[in-house]
């Protein structure tokens, strides 16, 4: 009868094999994130650092992954009729949900333009740029982004509604009907008025050693799990 509990008691072992094949990749995979994480941090505090590089329409940017959180600054005109908002998602200031806003600013005598991240606004002010967009000339101060790529569950953008999910590059040119740049200005904090600029910080939240550290320890503990069980743990008494 023990020896029947016993056999009950024991993980199959193709089971354990397989959870342990996933809790080692799930930790090695947090080891990439926080290699990748550290490098962007260092990425951030070296080009945060630098002198703003002032932007010129006319001009054809190369190898722009180089030039990602540089401040810059840009002087044009805005649209108040090309507006595009991005979902904030649980973002919130004093309590309410809104969007950040992207608009193309006119910068150059040919009519060209770069896009911009002119920042946050709630939602009451949606779709009344006419309360919110800066008027005539104006110099934004920001920093240089790039588009990014979905997440493995970031529902679809909705242009048809003027509702974006994530910062797709491509579909904000074809939207606007705008040839731009492959990067955008975000525009910095300056005060409380909308929309609410966000500056560029390298406190990145970078928990993925922690989390590497709990992978590989309930690999490293299943493991000893099914040696104790299966009488492979070298320092067992025998009763």
């Given amino acids: 009868m023990v020896a029947n509990q016993k056999r009950y008691r024991m993980l199959p072992l193709p089971l354990v094999a397989v959870a342990t094949v996933v809790l080692l990749a799930l930790g090695s995979w947090q080891v990439q994130r ?3 994480k550290t490098a962007a941090i260092e990425t951030i505090k070296k080009h945060s650092a630098e002198e703003p590089l002032t932007l010129d329409c006319d ?8 030039m990602q959180f540089r401040p810059a600054r840009v002087t044009g005109v805005f649209n108040p009729q090309q507006v595009l908002y991005l979902y904030a998602g649980p973002y919130k200031f004093k309590g309410q949900q809104g969007y950040r806003v992207f608009s193309p600013i006119t910068c150059s005598a040919q009519g060209l333009k770069l896009l911009v991240d002119l920042g946050w606004v709630p939602t009451e002010l949606r779709n009344k740029p006419e309360e919110f967009m800066p008027k005539g000339e104006v110099t934004i101060t920001g920093s240089i982004m790039l588009g990014e790529s979905p997440r493995l569950f970031t529902p679809n953008n ?3 509604k003027n509702l974006w999910l994530w910062i797709d590059m491509q579909a904000f040119r074809k939207e606007l009907g705008q040839e731009l740049p492959e990067f955008f200005v975000m525009r910095s904090f300056v005060d409380n008025n909308y929309p609410l600029g966000k500056n560029v910080t390298p406190k990145l939240r970078n928990d993925h050693l922690g989390y590497a ?7 490293l503990a299943l493991i000893l799990l099914v040696c104790y069980q ?5 320092f067992q008494r025998n009763t």
Avoid at 59 to 66: A, E, N, T
């Fill in 213 to 219: 550290i709990t992978w590989y320890g309930l690999a």
């Fill in 34 to 36: 926080l290699q990748w």
């Fill in 158 to 160: 909705r242009p048809d």
């Fill in 59 to 66: 001009k054809v940017y190369q190898d722009v992954g180089s």
């Fill in 230 to 234: 299966r009488s492979w743990w070298p």
